[in-house]
């Protein structure tokens, strides 16, 4: 837990947020509407939610390699990052896609609040430029109605700065291990009423496997207008072109014996994935007396070049919009806040597919298809203060979606469609200014993407995954300890699981009957001064207990559910001078055996990493870092793919990167 919500919070006012006092509303008044808040405005916004939720200030990730998203989660407790190579990673929330041994389900990625999710609800993070935000928003579980997601795992928004916030001139070079070498700079200003913000990154790395190296390059702007100080409006642009070629699974042997070797198969057919994106968006934001409307539309394009078992090619053609409103007044003697709000995503996902002969060229076409989406969600959630610092939250969510396949050439046409109903009931106490409780009940309910095989025969059909999660915890802050702590149970019917049947082949999916998701998220984090000069010790922790099983499945019986360590703990101890020097050493470690099949015959072995950072932050213009990594050289396993049942020849493995350094150099100006 890099930054504590409260403490961002609480500099926003001499008053509690929870105060609500007669003069509110004139108080409101002199504040400028904005469509993209500050990081503090971010943190005071998100205490308000009953339930585990995080905001990342790029203080916390902006110096380090920032090679992929676990640069930005790695402090995050709950959230387990398993980088398979290049950029890409398989990121799960409580337990959400554990599964996956490629993209990712059961999160709602966001960019700026506008999703980056396929239509049919397949993420993946090749796209993401870690380098590139102001901070990321954290909402677990049945807590990211916020964004009306309603995901197992919940919703990660990634928000870039604006022209009000970003340097003039801001640039950077990284260079590491393995070929990595990565330049970003980034420009913002501001002109009376118009503002504006851009930043380009390009980067490339031979990737510590053979048959691992990759490029991207990755541009983000946006500009701002003014129109009153009660209207703002925003235009977003997103580009990326990323190419990654793909080492394989492997068996455990290899990837512990000879983890830089890639699956000679994967290099025969030279498997990879290349991805080329835009994606347009618009937001405005006005604010009516005691109510702030926020609405936009957004159309997202992603060309992918895949060549793997068979030679992907598809193109995803995205548009939505989105309607929210927050009244936040007193009835009668009680303050209550309200929110409304409506999200469309619809999309078309065009795909042919051809036998991939040697060398990734194209064959004989054996699939072609299209496939559309289209989601409607409705959500409304009140929140009264019937205390001015105890807050009853009740709410609910409605998605409608419907998956329609035409199948060309084949037999796997079909259609179906879904209508789901997510209630919540929440309780949120601010005890004090600085300490918070909270619990809560929510449902979350999610619909099966089209590669997890929803028309592999005429009669197939998957199931929604549906849960209902409880949750207790609190939040805050006493003297130089900060602290927040989740416990939850999540109890899921149908959970969507990607069996990997054939090293070869995609996973398979298959509707779980009953299982259980519960565990703890504690995350610790201290600033102990150390001298009357001002220097100071830092510490930072995060722990997340995963205990996963199924519940008297017919096939699995009471076994564990496979993917992630029952314990994991990432810590940091972090000098500080008043100069700006810092270093210091972080670990990660993942104590214990854990699964990598549902019938829990072949295990994962534990696993510690040591690392060490330093650097100078001069503030104002000149950093500098270097970072090493797993400084041991410990051969570990980073990423499974699950299977059903598993042998010790199984190639469902991922090694993970062996000793690593890596420097950079960042001028702002």
């Known amino acids: 837990m890099k930054t504590s919500i ?57 110096n380090t390699p920032v090679q992929h998203i676990k640069d930005i989660l790695a402090y995050v407790p709950g959230v387990i990052t398993q980088p398979r190579m290049g950029d890409d990673a398989r990121v799960s929330v409580r337990g959400s896609g554990l599964s996956r041994a490629y993209g990712a389900r059961g999160i709602s990625l966001l960019l700026d609040g506008v999703p980056m999710n396929t239509a049919d609800g397949l993420v993946d993070f090749f796209e993401v430029d870690p380098s590139a935000y102001r901070y990321v928003e954290i909402f677990k579980g049945g807590n990211a109605m916020r964004y009306g997601a309603n995901a197992l795992g919940g919703a990660i928004n990634l928000v870039t700065p604006t022209g009000r916030d970003a340097a003039p001139l801001d640039a950077r070079i990284d260079v590491g291990s393995f070929g990595y070498v990565k ?43 003014r129109i009153s100080p009660d209207v703002e409006t925003r235009f977003y642009l997103t ?42 968006s618009n937001k405005t934001t006005v604010r009516l007396d005691q109510t702030v409307l926020e609405f936009g539309a957004f159309y997202n394009w992603r060309h992918v070049d895949h060549p793997i078992y068979e030679y992907l090619d598809y193109t995803v ?10 009244d936040d007044r007193n009835l009668g003697s009680l303050r209550n806040r309200l929110i409304v709000g409506a999200n469309l995503h619809n999309g078309k996902m065009d795909t042919e597919q051809f036998v991939n002969l040697t060398g990734a060229v194209k064959g004989a076409l054996t699939q072609s298809m299209v496939d559309t989406s289209k989601n409607l969600s409705i959500y409304a959630e009140d929140s009264l203060y019937v205390q001015p610092n105890l807050a009853l939250i009740a709410g609910v969510q409605y998605l409608h979606a419907t998956r329609d396949r035409r199948d060309r050439i084949g037999t796997g046409s079909g259609r179906q469609s879904f209508d789901l109903w997510s209630p919540k009931f929440g309780l949120l106490w601010d005890v004090q200014r600085d300490v918070q409780l909270f619990a809560n009940v929510s449902r979350s309910a999610e619909v099966p993407s089209y590669d997890a095989g929803i028309f592999s025969s005429p009669t197939t059909s998957m199931e929604a995954q549906r ?12 003297g130089v300890i900060g602290w927040d702590v989740s416990l939850y149970r999540s109890e899921i019917r149908n959970e969507l699981q990607c069996l990997t049947l054939f090293p070869w082949a995609p996973c398979t999916t298959t509707n779980a009957d009953r299982t259980v998701h519960q565990g703890i998220e504690a995350g610790l984090d201290a600033t102990i001064p150390l001298s009357p000069s001002g220097g100071s010790l830092a510490l930072t922790a995060a722990y997340t207990y995963s205990d996963f099983f199924f519940d008297d499945d017919a096939i699995y019986g009471n076994n564990r559910i496979p993917g992630v360590p029952k314990h994991y703990l990432r810590a940091e101890m972090l000098y500080k001078h008043p100069s700006g020097f810092y270093a210091g050493p972080n670990v990660e470690w993942a104590p214990g055996h854990y699964f990598a099949d549902n019938a829990n015959t072949l295990t994962v072995d534990p696993y510690a990493l040591l690392n060490l950072k330093a650097g100078f932050d001069l503030g104002e213009r000149w950093s500098l870092y270097v970072e090493g990594r797993n400084l041991t050289d410990k051969r570990y396993i980073s990423t499974v793919a699950i299977a059903g049942t598993a042998s010790p020849t199984s190639e469902i493995f991922n090694p993970g990167t062996g000793r690593a350094v890596f420097g950079g150099m960042r001028f702002t100006w």
């Open 317 to 326: 053609d995205d548009y939505g919009g989105f309607l929210r409103a927050v």
């Open 239 to 280: 580009g990326a072109s990323t190419n990654q070629r793909i080492p394989g699974e492997v068996s455990k042997a290899s990837a512990l014996g000879n983890p830089r070797a890639a699956n000679p198969e994967w290099v025969r057919q030279d498997q990879q994935r290349n991805v080329e994106s835009v994606r347009i």
């Open 467 to 478: 849960a209902t999660t409880y949750e207790i915890g609190t939040r805050g802050r006493s």
């Open 6 to 62: 409260i403490a961002l919070a609480a500099a926003l006012a001499a008053t509690p947020a929870w105060a609500a006092d007669a003069d509110q509303s004139s108080r409101a008044s002199d504040i400028i509407v904005t469509a993209t808040p500050t990081t503090e405005q971010a943190a005071a916004e998100i205490e308000r939610t009953p339930g585990g939720v995080e905001v990342v200030p790029d203080t916390a990730f902006k």
């Open 183 to 225: 330049g970003k700079a980034s420009t913002g200003g501001v002109s009376g009423t118009l503002d504006y913000f851009a930043t380009v990154s390009a980067q490339r790395i031979d990737g510590y496997r053979d048959h691992s190296d990759g490029n991207a390059l990755r541009g983000n702007m946006n500009v701002g207008y």
